[in-house]
């Protein structure tokens, strides 16, 4: 089992950047999948990135590629969602999850309480 605490949101204007973090606890930690969602107001949660326990591979959905760089540290437990660029839409309640594979799709296996990003415009 995996307990998950985000933090590092805010409000940042147009253009700015924002470093998310996330705790993890549990010794599963390393062997996990750990990706980053969000969910805007009256969405649908949408995934955004993924990376693998070993760090080595990563991927984004196409809306925050060149922007936004998922990276973990394994020795400290934490993921971190590096975030440049921002736009008004990338406002949301930003999650970590540790997560699995199903099909094409990345599902949540535990989640943290999420952190609020807001960007103005």
């Known amino acids: 089992q995996v307990q998950l605490v985000e933090s590092g949101g805010g409000w940042v204007q147009t253009g700015g950047s924002l470093r998310l973090s996330c705790a993890a606890s549990?010794?599963?930690?390393?062997?996990?999948?750990m990706g980053w969602f969000r969910q805007a107001p009256g969405k649908e949660r949408e995934f955004v990135a993924v990376i693998n326990p070993s760090g080595i591979n990563t991927f984004y959905v196409e809306s925050v590629k060149g922007r936004f760089t998922i990276s973990r540290d394994n020795a400290k437990n934490a993921v971190y969602l590096q975030m440049n660029s921002l736009r008004p839409e990338d406002t949301a309640v930003y999650y970590c999850a540790a997560v699995h594979k199903e099909g094409r799709s990345w599902l949540g296996d535990y989640w943290g309480q999420g952190t609020q990003v807001t960007v103005s415009s």
């Open positions: 549990g010794r599963t930690f390393s062997s996990a999948a």
